[in-house]
Each structure stands twice: as structure tokens, then as C-alpha cells.
């Protein structure tokens, strides 16, 4: 059984299992129900927002919490369990005067003075939303900020890297890697000019390509997506405007009169190459994957009809369910210049993900989480869809059981684009006993193969990794 749960009375992020924990710890030899596969090996990983010092806890958005990596390791047939904070230099300052020092993005505007020392970064590189593993180095990753460098098996953190000083723009959290070619694609979006940048880093790790990408007017742009010959830019209407600000309106909101374009560069393009067509206006947080076929540039998204990004889905009113996903596809023709697109899953979805051995080239199948329909970043199970069947598979969790996000590994020297396991941590409300499910992607209804049933609670958090072992 877990710990207490500590709860918040005035902000759910900090309430239940979105409560964070305080320790760092390891575990081995935890409790199996059914049986660790034989041929699963490599790290499942985990990262998060899990605040320690916190400036206010009304004001607290659950995009602020420092970053915590929860990590287990599968080796024939057994499992180990390491949770660690990720050492940031805003973390590691917090630490040192054992209070806040930086105030969250809600709190910008508060008259509080700054605690923020004379040289210290005007913000926190918080490295809390996802992994990117490229050139054998793994990285913690934070939009606005650079990447961070974490080691593995031990979760040490090693410190930021500007690619050689080469890195010249803010670094997404959902970089693409192709592995057939061994490069990863990465973009960073600004509220300054550019709005928009890119860069290619090859794969012995180093940045050789740099444009910007340019949009009429700053954008939320959480990922793109990249084929084997082309990355996707989706200029979506969820627009930064300060003239709504001023005029008591939200900053950061979407904006349907702004339409929604999708731009398409050559991988090593510049802006001049971007050849940009117009689809239907929704919101995109999440992309699957995208790959070309014949003529065409081909999709996969979650997509919603609007978003609640500053309210992150709990402003009284919100109609949910418009702020949920659901799986969509768009064709670009890139010879007629016409653009089809359709809805391919009534499931409402995000944390879309597809077997990365395939990244950029044509996937069959993509994995993703399936939201609760009355409670915001709440995942009741998992869902496979298949579009060559143009079907959906799924698995719940059961009552008072909620998910993240599902992270496909492949088994050992698996060919086939399914082959492999779906893992994700689940936690069970009404005992607060946290665990980590393992499924067979080959067979995602029929649930669990194996459970590991933690020692320690497991916050609700952001994404998910696999690194297979060397
Ligand atoms: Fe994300």
C-alpha cells in the first residue's frame, strides 16, 4: 500500500494523485501479478511535473512542477524501480534557500518581488514533459528551454547542452528521430521572432542545419511532425495576442478566425521552401507520426475542436469533451495541392504514440490514451488503432483506475510493426495503490500481461520513454 495521499482543497493538480511526492528512491523485487515478458529489455521512463516549492498553490499549474523521472528497468524477466528529480538549476537554487524562488506562469503578473538572483535564468528550465533518446544520449526536455542531458540507469543529471552553441532557439518536447537515417528533427516556437524555428542534429549528435520558420503571428505549437522527406509546421489557432490581453480577454487562447495551415519543408529547407496549405481549424497538441506515400504527405494527429490550455481543462464551463482529441488524418497532395482530411476514431484521445522504430515512415498502428469523458488529464485506458482495418482496440482500466501515457517497446529482435508491449503506469484511486501495467500490443484488449504492483506511489505526470537495452 502506498503512502497518504496528500490533498489540496484549492487546486486539483495538487490534489490526489496529481499530488507530488517528496523522495527519491529504488526498489527491486517488487510484486508480479501474471509474468515479466522474457523478451522485454530496456528502460520504461516516466517524467512529470512534482513541484516541490510552490509560490501558490491556487495559482499553481500543473505545467510549472519540476521535473521527476520515474524508471524501470526490465532485464530477463525481472524489474527495478528508480525515481529522481531532475537536477535543473532552478531545482537545485529552490533547494538551497529550502523555499520558491521562481513564481510559476500564473503568478507573472503577481506584486510579490522577485527572489530570482542576479545571474540566475529569468525563468526555469523545468525539464519536466518528455524524453527525446538520440546518439545513445537521453534527454529530459522542457519547450521553452535547452535539453537536458540525464544518464542512465542511475536518472543523473548532467547538465543542459547547446548542441556546441549551435542551438540557437528553444527546443520542443516532441523532437523527431528517423531511425532508418539516425537523424533527429527538432523545432522551438517564440513569442518574439522568429516565431519559428528548426534545426536538424545528425547522428553522431551534431546541429548542422538551422532556418527559421516563418508564421503571421505567435503560435502554441506544442509538436510537429516529420516524414522521411519532409517536417510539418501546423500554424493552429490557438494564438498568443496581446491586444486581447490588454483588452481583459485571456493572452493565450484559441482563436478560431485564425484558421489553421499546415507548412511542409524539405528536411534540410529553409523558410523560402515551406509550401504551406490551409485545413479545417482545431487544435492539435499531440501528432502520431507522419510519413509520404505516391504524391502524398500523410498525418496522424489527436485533434480536437478547441482547447483550455492556461485553464489546462478546469475552468468552470469548459465543455470537455471539445477540448479532448480524437485520432484524425490529413492527405496533402503535394502534386494538386489538395488537402483531404477526416476523423479516423470516435475515442476520445491524446498521447498518441507509434512503434519509434517506424517514426517518420508509414505506421499502421498508432497507441494512445483514453481520456475520462468528466475529468481533465484523466486516461480511463488504452486504445490501438489500426488503419488498415480502420479499427480501434482498447483496454480499461476499471473503476477508480486511471493511466498516462502507454509507451510501445518493442520485444527483442521483433521485425513486425506491432511486436512489442504496451507500458504505462496506472493508478488505483480507491486503494491509492500505484502500478505498472505491461500489455501485448498484439492483443491490447485482453489487458495486462504482467502487473507490478509499486512500492510507492506514482504521480499522474506527462510522457513517457523506452530506451532499449544497448
Ligand atoms: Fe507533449
Not at 125 to 135: D, G, Q, S, V, W
Request: hydrophobic share 35%; charged share 20%.
Amino acid at each position: 500500500m502506498a503512502e497518504a495521499t496528500r490533498t489540496s482543497s484549492v487546486n486539483f493538480f495538487l490534489d490526489g494523485n496529481f499530488a507530488p511526492i517528496p523522495e527519491e528512491r529504488d526498489a527491486s523485487n517488487m510484486t508480479v501479478t501474471g509474468k515479466i515478458p522474457d523478451d522485454l529489455s530496456g528502460h520504461f521512463l516516466r517524467i512529470g511535473p512534482n513541484p516541490v516549492h510552490i509560490f501558490s498553490e491556487e495559482a499553481y499549474h500543473t505545467f510549472d512542477g519540476d521535473g521527476m523521472i520515474h524508471a524501470i528497468e526490465f532485464s530477463h524477466g525481472s524489474a527495478s524501480y528508480r525515481n529522481r528529480f531532475v537536477q535543473t538549476e532552478g531545482f537545485k537554487l529552490e533547494q538551497a534557500r529550502g523555499d520558491w524562488v521562481y513564481k510559476g506562469m500564473k503568478s507573472m503578473m503577481d506584486p510579490t518581488p522577485s527572489r530570482i538572483p542576479e545571474g540566475a535564468p529569468s525563468s526555469k528550465n523545468l525539464a519536466n514533459t518528455a524524453f527525446a533518446y538520440h546518439n545513445k544520449t537521453l534527454y529530459a526536455l522542457h519547450e521553452p528551454s535547452q535539453p537536458t542531458i540525464v544518464s542512465l540507469p542511475g536518472l543523473e543529471t548532467l547538465g543542459t547542452t547547446d548542441f556546441k552553441g549551435k542551438l540557437t532557439h528553444p527546443f520542443t518536447a516532441h523532437p523527431k528521430v528517423d531511425q532508418q537515417t539516425g537523424e533527429m528533427m527538432v523545432f522551438g516556437y517564440s513569442f518574439a521572432p522568429p516565431f519559428v524555428s528548426y534545426s536538424v542534429i545528425n547522428s553522431d549528435g551534431e546541429l548542422v542545419h538551422t532556418t527559421p520558420v516563418t508564421i503571421p503571428k505567435p503560435v502554441f505549437m506544442h509538436d510537429f511532425a516529420v516524414t522521411g522527406k519532409y517536417s510539418l509546421f501546423l500554424d493552429f489557432p490557438i494564438t498568443l495576442d496581446i491586444e486581447r490581453a490588454m483588452a481583459g480577454g485571456p493572452a493565450i487562447d484559441f482563436d478560431e478566425a485564425h484558421g489553421a495551415r499546415i507548412g511542409v519543408m524539405p528536411r534540410y529547407g529553409t523558410d523560402a521552401d515551406v509550401r504551406w496549405f490551409d485545413v479545417k481549424a482545431g487544435v492539435v497538441v499531440h501528432t502520431a507520426n507522419a510519413w509520404d506515400e505516391g504524391d502524398e504527405v500523410v498525418l496522424q494527429a489527436s485533434r480536437s475542436k478547441t482547447a483550455d490550455i492556461i485553464g489546462a481543462g478546469t475552468n468552470a464551463g469548459d465543455a470537455l469533451p471539445d477540448t479532448q482529441g480524437q485520432l484524425y488524418e490529413w492527405r496533402i497532395n503535394l502534386v494538386s495541392g489538395e488537402v483531404s482530411e477526416r476523423g479516423l476514431s470516435e475515442l476520445h484521445c491524446d498521447f498518441t504514440r507509434v512503434n519509434d522504430t517506424f517514426a517518420c515512415h508509414k505506421t499502421r498502428f498508432v497507441y494512445g490514451g483514453v481520456f475520462n469523458p468528466t475529468r481533465p488529464f484523466t486516461f480511463d485506458g488504452v486504445m490501438k488503432h489500426d488503419s488498415e482495418l480502420d479499427s480501434d482496440e482498447t483496454y480499461y482500466y476499471g473503476p477508480n483506475r486511471h493511466g498516462g501515457e502507454a509507451v510501445f517497446a518493442p520485444r527483442v529482435g521483433a521485425t513486425e510493426e506491432d511486436a512489442g508491449y504496451l507500458i504505462t503506469f496506472v493508478h488505483d484511486e480507491a486503494t491509492d495503490q500505484s502500478e505498472c501495467v505491461i500489455i501485448d500490443a498484439q492483443n491490447v484488449s485482453a489487458g495486462p500481461v504482467a502487473t507490478i504492483v509499486m512500492p510507492f506511489r506514482v504521480p499522474y505526470g506527462f510522457h513517457a520513454g523506452w530506451v532499449p537495452a544497448a
